[in-house]
């Protein structure tokens, strides 16, 4: 039986833990549960718990498929601690659901909402939300539209890459500012600003357009 953090959740044990990241970061591809079970110690539960923990903290993407298959995100260089103690809090912030999207996106390069949903461990409209912010700031571009009579969804594809940190979005003074926590980048993507670019105009780094 595992042990229990003082909020009732299983804790990882060393043990399982350090030999399970150590696998996923040495894997060049996705890898499944019974893929890690090969060649790590613990149970189908324990490493489970350890997967869902590590994705739920943007350290992990799932990869959808049956089974399903997991991998390191870039970037995602150290063992995410159990976070149970003030110290585990210090070394990793805990992941927002943007941050989660984000990663799967660096992850995936090309995808769609369903499966940016399941990789990220995120909800239909905070997909939604945040694809539509980062499409009209050109950070992700659409490279096939869905047909919805037809079941087809759309697919869109990460243009701008610019490193682990998540594009967040502020509104001063009624604007609607996407902000590229990588670069310090500020795009305005008010939906008046938006309308009126071209498609073939670029954003530069001020919000304006060349």
Known sequence: MMALTTKGTPRIKAAVARPLWAALRASS???????LLKECPGTYDTIHTALKRWQERGAVVRH?????????VEGA????????????????????ARQRIWAAMRVLKTFDAPTLRIAAGASERAVATYV???QRARYVQMVERGFRQTGRVSVYRLARNTGPKCPSTSRPEGKMILVDNNNGRRVDISPGV???????QEVNADGGVS
């Open 77 to 96: 260089d150290s063992l995410p601690p159990d976070g149970r103690s003030d110290t585990a809090k210090t070394n990793i912030r805990e992941r927002s």
């Open 132 to 134: 539509d912010q980062l």
């Open 64 to 72: 959808s498929g049956n089974p399903s298959r997991f991998r390191v």
């Open 29 to 35: 591809s996705p890898r499944s549960i019974a893929d």
């Open 194 to 200: 938006v309308s009126l670019r071209r498609k073939d």
